[in-house]
């Protein structure tokens, strides 16, 4: 009876476990089937990432980067070279190698001569400024205020106080002999020049590092009385606060000629790419020699330096005088493509000599800045010795037919628009390569003007007007010279009461500014429509008139650049100008 009864007990446990595990499948398939729930199941849950192994090592920096590490470690100053039997052993914090194996930090202490070159020349280029380079025509950047100039641009003030950092290290040592080396100013003597052989001679690594030669020719030389009968030394002379006396000038004796100077660049510096000749100047100067002496009738032509690139000529009158000594110096240049020339002091053989010299210009050249009067004033009448220029030719035909076949052209001197008109008449819109015009008028050339009528200045109408048509002739000659893209037209008067109201007129990056008119604004939407003014104001500022009937202005723009110039107000300033 008790057996059945167990059995019965199990059966029934039996039949309550199936029926729990059939309500425990039919609420799974409830929760699990979509009709069932007004939820919708979210998108599959992303995979784990696998654990990373133990022994991953983060990759290091490459060895180009200015800071290969990121975290320097100890800072502390650290003795890399003593030993333990140096007297501070105890500071030392390296031991001997012999005693002790080497530890290898994970973040060693970088030492000067470690860092990229990169770091080295912005530390020296902090220190020296910046260097122009001898490969890039420096007449690109004509408007930037970076640019500088070839004749300075290369050498440094504190040469001799640098020098020393030339110790500093091996790498330093290179570093700095190219930036002490990169600009030599040589004298024009026969010692000098025998010194400068001598000492190229010694240190011939040097040699190549010079890209950048200026000589200069004396005009003068002291001439020192002697005080002993039959001595005819140069004993020094004494110096006083007032000068130096007991001496004289006199035409100095001991010059080289360029044929020295040029066999002197030829074999001492052969990476130079810029020559400078500066022929000096004073009254009744002498001029530079060619050659040595010799036969009349036997000419010799000068050493060839066929890496030079720009050759700038200062006080152009004591070194050319006629077209023939440009050929010889072209003929000595063979890869010459820049040439920068200024005289010292405006006369008439300065534009003659130049006017046969640039008609015939080498094709080789590509950049012309040329200088023939640096004397930025205004003038109240026309100076005779140009008169004596337009009795026999009009300069600016023979500067533009020379301007033709350039890319660059920098002029300061006098110019009128009959330059533009004979520009666009001899270039080919399909051939020309002129890319930049920059022209600083020192006065406009005009035909039968009374000698009242032929001054400069922003009070002279004349001049306004003789202005406004040199833009306007710019302007017309873009419709053929199609590959300029900078073109900036300037007076500059040192002495104007105003010098904002100086007028210019620049075209650069499809932007125009300086002087404007309703004449000069038609003309630009007729030759380059694209071309935008940045700003166009009608007036040049607050303007009234005293007791005494003179203007009064009160500038809008007293230091600010200005933007923009209408011409017809300078109609008002032709009566004097009181500035407030």
Known sequence: ????????????????????????????????????????PGPASPPLEPPKPIDFIPPTRPSSTPFPNAQQGQTDIRCLTCHP?????????????????????????????????????CILDHIFGYRVSTTSPSLFNIPSVNARSLSTGLRHSRRKELSSLALVSLLWRDLIQQRLYRHLKLKATVHCSNDVMAFFVRHPHLRSYVKHVEIWFPVFQPKFHSTVPG??????????????????????TDNSTLEEVFYLVNMQFPEARVLTLEGG??????????????????????????????LIIKGQWNILRQTKDWEVISRALPNLEEWHGSYAKPKSKSYLSMASTVENLDPKIICLDLCLESDYRREVTCPPYYLKVCEQLHWCEK??????????????????????????KFSN?????????????????????QWNESGSGITDMHFITAFEQLVLGGIRALERLKSVELMRIRYVDLDSPI????????????????????????????????????EMVESFGDVAYNKEGRLVISPDFPKSRVLSLKLANYAMLSGGITIM
């Open 1 to 40: 009876m008790s057996r059945k009864k167990s059995v019965d007990r199990d059966r029934e446990r039996d039949r309550e476990e199936v029926e729990d595990e059939g309500s425990a499948v039919i609420e799974l398939a409830a929760i699990m089937s979509a009709t069932s729930t007004p939820v919708t």
């Open 85 to 121: 039997d140096c007297p501070s052993s105890d500071d030392c914090m390296v031991d001997s190698p012999i005693s002790s194996p080497v530890v290898v930090e994970q973040n060693p202490v970088l030492t000067l001569t470690q860092l990229p070159a990169e770091i080295h020349e």
């Open 231 to 252: 001595d005819t030394s140069l004993a020094l002379p004494t110096v006083s606060p007032e000068g130096i006396a007991s001496a004289t000038y006199a035409l100095p």
């Open 281 to 310: 100047d004073r009254k009744k100067a002498p001029r530079v020699k060619f050659n040595l002496p010799g036969p009349t009738w036997a000419t010799r032509n000068l050493p060839e330096i066929s890496s030079i690139r720009t």
């Open 399 to 424: 500067l533009a037919k020379a301007a033709s076949s350039l890319e660059h052209l920098s002029y300061t001197g006098r110019v009128c628009h009959g330059f533009f008109d004979m520009l666009a």
């Open 429 to 449: 819109p399909r051939t020309t390569r002129l890319k930049t015009i920059d022209l600083t008028v020192k006065n406009c050339c005009r035909q039968n003007a």
């Open 499 to 534: 010098p904002p109201l100086n007028p210019y007129f620049m075209i650069s990056d499809g932007w125009c500014s300086g002087v404007w008119s309703d004449e000069i604004v038609a003309e630009i939407n007729r030759v380059r429509p694209d071309l935008r003014f940045e």
